[in-house]
């Protein structure tokens, strides 16, 4: 009895080890369409609902990356798409609100590191249809949309845990804008100024804007990660990484993606600030009253 036990655990032991281990997707995706227009019909309704299903499969159940995940690792994205019209041969117009999170060291706060509209989404759809995506080649409009906000997700995410640690996923997004070509949606000049994926690929990969990766990784990793440690250290080193953004400001005034990234923290900065001194709160207001003046009167909340 006892041999046949020492067997098992033996044969159990050798299994364990030459057995490969799971490797979970990188993505925890949360995909809604909402297609509640007058103009579309309870039929195309139906397409929706399974097109967000499909979505959200294709992007969870995927590989993305040759990176091992572990499955509380994944990173938590989030596509909502508001559909404005299909015609008859399936080809959907739709606007979409793009948004990244990222969880707290030693905390159960998530932190938004990206949120993002797009008004120009433009792609054909057929129920049922299979979902798939080859890099340097345009399958579908749809899974290139996709995998384009995907990549730039895993940049931001990696960017925030090592300094330029995503460059090769910004570099593989902009890989995508160069395949999609003079698209729609897609193109330098599309009548949408310079908020659209062409500059926010541009805005990620041109060392011109290299200042926006150290503060992705100076304000998540040297301060965001530490507050529930040391929150003072944590806010200082916060202000730090915004206190180097200076000058940029002053060199790229105005740029779309320093823009993003203040619409996109506002509301994380109030909350943060709320908790520091006096000395602390003027100084923090008249910093971000320089870098981020279109949301000044936001800030004001951290005088409360």
Known sequence: MVYRLKYLLLTAALFLAFTPKAQAQEFLAAVQVNAAKENISQ???QIFQTLQQE???????????????????????????????????????????????????????T????????????????????????ENQNL???????????NIALGIEFDSF?????SPYFAKAQNIVNTMGTTIGWMQTDGKGMRNRFYLSE??????????????????????DQLHEDPAAGRAAITESLEALEDFNRSVPNSMIQKVFFQTKWPELVEIY???????????????GNLDPSNGQRYDKIRS
């Open 43 to 45: 039929s195309d309704k």
């Open 55 to 109: 979505v959200q499969q294709f992007i969870n159940n995927r590989k993305w990356t040759e990176t091992s995940f572990a499955p509380n690792e994944r990173i938590r994205v989030s596509f909502f798409f508001n559909i404005e019209s299909i015609n008859e041969r399936n080809e959907i117009k739709s606007s979409l609100q793009f948004q990244v999170t990222r969880p707290v060291f030693g905390s159960m706060y």
């Open 111 to 134: 932190s938004t590191l990206l949120s993002f509209t797009d008004e120009d989404c433009y792609f054909t759809y057929r129920e049922f249809d299979p979902l798939d995506y080859q």
């Open 140 to 150: 579908s409009d749809l899974t290139s949309l996709i995998a384009f906000y995907l």
């Open 162 to 166: 090592a300094e330029n640690g995503g």
């Open 203 to 224: 805005s990620f990969n041109n060392p011109r804007f290299a200042p926006i990766h150290t503060l992705y990784y100076q304000y998540h990793r040297s301060g965001m």
């Open 274 to 288: 709320k908790g520091g001194n006096s000395a602390e709160k003027t100084s923090i207001l008249k910093l971000l």
